[in-house]
């Protein structure tokens, strides 16, 4: 029963963050339980469960007299998100060791992968195949934590960073600049990662500020 129950309070995590990144549920929004358990098909007891471990990543807020709402960031907030996210990356990146041939054909297969997901417009797949791109980036750094404080910024953030790939031909672009990414790896180039990879993280801050702008006040 136990084991069960795991099961489906992951399950409902995934939905629940599956209608935040999809803007669904739209930051700023109080959700309640009872909505959400008949929505979803399952009792409150994992909704709630499920509303704790999404707030501790960063997706939801508490509040008193409210309960629980999606994270709503603002301007100068999500300006201090990218501005870590940059500081950190950066380290990260001038201390990975070169990736072998294994290494940098995973990172050709997930780039391929997220061509699939493009063309059948699967947009949290693609989502998720970014994550494990760029993850699997980071761990060729030997500063696991500073990996672990990257993750939990790119969460924090995440609801409206995904707006980047709300249109194929941003999600192509994303692509492209993956590539960008392998090809300097694989060259040895640190002065063209850092470049390629400062790019590829201002690009996806622009997705960012439109859904900013467009956001419900």
Do not use: C
Not at 83 to 97: A, K, Q, V
Request: no cysteine.
């Amino acid at each position: 029963m136990a084991l069960r129950t795991r099961l489906g309070t992951a399950a409902i995590i995934a939905q629940l963050r599956k209608l935040i990144l999809l803007g669904e549920l739209v930051p700023g929004e109080a959700l309640r339980q009872e909505e959400l358990s008949q929505r979803l098909g399952v009792s409150r007891v994992p909704i709630r469960e499920a509303f704790l471990v999404l707030a501790n990543q960063g997706l939801l807020v508490h509040r008193p007299n409210q309960g629980f709402v999606v994270a709503k960031r603002t301007a100068f907030e999500l300006n201090q998100l990218h501005t870590l996210h940059t500081l950190l990356e950066t380290e990260l990146n001038s201390s990975i060791h070169w990736p072998g041939a294994s290494a940098l054909e995973h990172l050709r297969s997930l780039n391929a992968e997220m061509e699939v997901k493009d063309d059948d417009g699967d947009v949290i797949g693609f989502i998720d195949l970014n994550h494990e791109f760029h993850r699997s980036v980071w761990s060729l750094s030997p500063h696991n934590l500073v990996i672990t404080e990257v993750e939990r910024i790119w969460t924090l953030s995440d609801a409206y960073f995904v707006s980047n790939y709300g249109s194929s031909e941003r999600r192509r672009h994303a692509v492209e600049q993956h590539a960008q990414i392998i090809d300097a790896l694989a060259a040895k180039d640190m002065s063209l990662f850092q470049k390629v990879s400062a790019e590829h993280r201002d690009d996806t801050r622009g997705g960012a500020d439109d859904a900013l702008a467009h956001a419900r006040p």
